[in-house]
């Protein structure tokens, strides 16, 4: 579990008294359930047929030429790699591309794994909701998560603590739906089998088990000065 686990559920337990907690606190204020999704980067190269279909930057430039199956699953994933390595994100609705989307080209020192709607993804961190849920930037608790071995160490972690970011939103989504950013198809499947797509899971907001920050989120060494007021 680790030091900085074993100090929370110390926490929970009342084994080290903070002041300001109690048990109606201890997952957060509760957002309700959420219908879980998710979502991945897809490559070109796994993607066979003739090139055909020109994606867009918002200029009318093409950016590539690619096939029908990868144009149309790069439409909805938002996050392609492609053969040459470059990274295209989905920028804007245009009108004069076949699926309706424009791309723009993804600085990778900046952003590895490409871009949400305003911020850089994370996998196995970075959720999606529709705009007017839950609030861009917010930090979510979702204990069905809580303690999942991860299938890669991409994020960083080996076991998932149920802390997730509002990152990103997604022109597919409505209500009260999170799609979570899984990295890679295979790691969908892999996650798929422990908490299943469409299942509903409860969120919470202002978790004593997450930091407030997503700055926090990303450097584990402040979390437990930040969550438990320690060093």
Not at 60 to 78: D, N, Y
Not at 121 to 138: E, M, N, Y
Not at 178 to 203: G, K, N, P, Q
Request: with cysteine.
């Amino acid at each position: 579990m680790g030091l900085r686990r074993t100090l929370l559920v110390a926490v929970l337990a009342g084994l080290i008294g903070v002041p300001g907690i109690s048990d109606a606190q201890e997952l957060g204020n509760g957002a309700g359930e959420f219908k879980l999704t998710y979502y991945w980067i897809v490559f070109e190269k796994d993607f066979a047929g003739k090139p055909s279909v020109p994606l867009y930057d918002l200029k009318g430039k093409v950016l590539s030429v690619v096939s029908e199956s990868f144009a149309r699953q790069v439409s909805m994933e938002g996050t392609g790699i492609m053969r040459d390595g470059r990274i295209l994100n989905l920028s804007e609705e245009c009108m004069f591309a076949k699926y309706g989307w424009c791309f723009s080209e993804v600085n990778r020192s900046a952003a590895p794994f490409g871009y949400g709607s305003h911020a850089p993804l994370h996998p196995f961190r970075t959720i999606a909701v529709p705009d007017g849920q839950l609030g861009r930037g917010s930090v979510v608790y979702i204990p069905d998560f809580d303690g999942m071995p991860l299938p890669g160490d991409e994020g960083g972690f080996d076991f998932h603590d149920g802390c997730f970011v509002v990152e990103d939103t997604g022109w597919s989504l409505e209500g009260k739906h999170i799609d979570m950013f899984a990295l890679s198809e295979s790691y969908y499947r892999a996650l798929h089998a422990r908490v299943e797509e469409t299942e509903r899971v409860e969120v919470y907001l202002d978790s004593p088990l997450c930091p407030s920050s997503s700055k926090s989120l990303y450097n584990p060494e402040s979390w437990a000065q930040e969550v438990l007021g320690v060093r």
